[in-house]
């Protein structure tokens, strides 16, 4: 967007304008400082919700998976519940900055049919004006930054544009550096991770070579070598998975299904399993309306959650899969009454290679299924939740669209 200033006018903003030139140069240092993508995030908001004057500020990101834009990051303190808002990339504001890669001006969001009200409805923000401009990178949209309400009596003008388009531009380099620098980290995540049951296959196939080995400690061994080829036969496949998720190369196909349908599916391949420790399941879905999502990606989860409610279960527990409607979608949980995860454990359970110290003992495990489940349920604008006693039994649970 070109600017259209007379002469005055620019006398008049000339030290306005220079004061934050300063500022946005010292933004744009902070932002080639750091490669973790919340800082850069934070630091970008601020700034935005500085430079243009106004009250608060966010970021929505494509979230390739899913071709919708997210909350990623706002100035607003209600931001627990932004991030489990998705924004359609038709009929939104935020969705025609991103496709027409312009910036925009609403002076009076209330009036715009294009507002998307989810929003202000879900947090106690009332949006008054937006200036919004596009991230661009490499000529294709990656998301959108937003200036909301701008103080004040005279509304956005030119050079608040200008400024938050400048940051935009450094601000979209800095998300895709960050990103890149993740994905390499995965790459070196992963292959640290492979050293370990590599090392124990490596151990013991050289102990298997001894002839003198009694035949019980040869059994021993092989179970050993069956177990950690097993692991790392799962890790690949998920390794893949996630690298698929993160990279926004996985692809979602939403169609309306019935979840107590898919629930009792999943119950079946883990009934087995569930068999093996006397676990007794219970499925709590019936009458429940149609969700719209990738039932594919959906099994997924389930299976996971289940599994692991399983795994972590005590000999002759129980698993309850149950469903409520909640507004516009459908809250699907699994409780266990297995040894549950303690409160330390809690906040680092979704992270990848994240297994609870005494696991092991538990179950062979790869640490990644919860970091898949989660992505996918994100992908879907819903949060995956946990909550769990020791001893007691844990709860997960996450929710859906209804079709
Ligand atoms: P994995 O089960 O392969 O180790 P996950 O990502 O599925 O990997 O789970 C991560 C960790 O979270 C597990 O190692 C386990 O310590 C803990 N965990 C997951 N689900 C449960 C559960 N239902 N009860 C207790 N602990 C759990």
Same mark, same amino acid.
């Given at each position: 967007?070109?600017?259209?200033?007379?002469?005055?006018?620019?006398?008049?903003?000339?030290?306005?304008?220079?004061?934050?030139?300063?500022?946005?140069?010292?933004?744009?240092?902070?932002?080639?400082?750091?490669?973790?993508?919340?800082?850069?995030?934070?630091?970008?908001?601020?700034?935005a919700a500085e430079l243009t004057g106004t009250e608060a500020a966010s970021i929505l990101l494509l979230d390739a998976n899913s071709g919708q834009l997210r909350f990623e990051a706002t100035t607003n303190e209600d931001l627990v519940t932004m991030d489990e808002i998705t924004v359609p990339l038709e009929g939104s504001i935020a969705g025609s900055i991103f496709t027409s890669m312009k910036?925009?001006?609403?002076?009076?969001?209330?009036?715009?049919?294009?507002?998307?009200?989810?929003?202000?409805?879900?947090?106690?923000?009332?949006?008054?004006?937006?200036?919004?401009?596009?991230?661009?990178?490499?000529?294709?949209?990656?998301?959108?930054?937003?200036?909301?309400?701008?103080?004040?009596?005279?509304?956005?003008?030119n050079s608040d544009v200008q400024t938050l388009e400048t940051l935009a531009a450094q601000a979209a380099i800095a998300i895709v550096n960050a990103r890149l620098f993740q994905q390499s980290d995965l790459i070196a995540e992963m292959v640290h991770e492979l050293r370990t049951p590599l090392a124990a296959l490596t151990a013991t196939s050289h102990i298997l070579m001894r002839t003198d080995?009694?035949?019980?400690?040869?059994?021993?061994?092989?179970?050993?070598?069956?177990?950690?080829?097993?692991?790392?036969?799962?890790?690949?496949?998920?390794?893949?998975?996630?690298?698929?998720?993160?990279?926004?190369?996985?692809?979602?196909?939403?169609?309306?299904?019935?979840?107590?349908?898919?629930?009792?599916?999943?119950?079946?391949?883990?009934?087995?399993?569930?068999?093996?420790?006397?676990?007794?399941?219970?499925?709590?879905?019936?009458?429940?309306?149609?969700?719209?999502?990738?039932?594919?990606?959906?099994?997924?989860?389930? !299976?996971? &959650?289940?599994?692991?409610?399983?795994?972590?279960?005590?000999? *002759? %527990?129980?698993?309850? /899969?149950?469903?409520? @409607?909640?507004?516009?979608?459908?809250?699907?949980?699994?409780?266990?009454?297995?040894?549950?995860?303690?409160?330390?454990?809690?906040?680092?359970?979704?992270?990848?290679?994240?297994?609870?110290?005494?696991?092991?003992?538990?179950?062979?495990?790869?640490? !990644?299924? &919860?970091?898949?489940?989660?992505?996918?349920?994100?992908?879907? *604008? %819903?949060?995956?939740? /946990?909550?769990?006693? @020791?001893?007691?039994?844990?709860?997960?649970?996450?929710?859906?669209?209804?079709?």
């Open positions: 967007m070109t600017s259209e200033y007379t002469g005055k006018e620019r006398r008049r903003d000339y030290p306005i304008m220079l004061k934050r030139y300063e500022r946005l140069l010292e933004v744009t240092r902070t932002l080639t400082s750091t490669l973790e993508l919340p800082v850069l995030l934070h630091t970008i908001i601020a700034a910036p925009l001006i609403i002076s009076d969001a209330a009036s715009d049919p294009r507002h998307f009200r989810k929003v202000d409805s879900q947090t106690s923000f009332d949006t008054r004006s937006i200036l919004g401009v596009p991230l661009i990178s490499k000529d294709k949209p990656i998301g959108v930054l937003q200036a909301l309400n701008k103080t004040g009596p005279d509304g956005f003008d080995l009694p035949a019980e400690r040869r059994a021993e061994f092989v179970g050993t070598i069956s177990e950690e080829t097993d692991r790392l036969a799962k890790m690949t496949t998920e390794f893949l998975d996630l690298a698929r998720l993160e990279s926004g190369r996985a692809r979602f196909e939403r169609e309306p299904f019935e979840m107590a349908e898919l629930a009792h599916e999943c119950v079946g391949i883990v009934i087995p399993q569930a068999d093996s420790k006397n676990i007794a399941l219970h499925e709590q879905l019936l009458g429940l309306p149609n969700v719209l999502a990738d039932r594919g990606k959906i099994k997924q989860v389930l !299976l996971n &959650l289940l599994t692991n409610a399983i795994k972590y279960n005590r000999d *002759g %527990g129980h698993i309850y /899969v149950a469903g409520e @409607v909640k507004g516009k979608r459908l809250t699907v949980s699994v409780r266990d009454t297995g040894k549950g995860i303690p409160p330390e454990a809690l906040p680092h359970i979704f992270e990848k290679f994240y297994r609870v110290p005494d696991s092991e003992g538990w179950s062979q495990g790869t640490g !990644l299924g &919860l970091t898949i489940a989660k992505r996918i349920v994100e992908s879907h *604008g %819903g949060k995956l939740n /946990v909550e769990s006693t @020791v001893n007691t039994g844990t709860t997960f649970s996450f929710s859906l669209p209804l079709a």
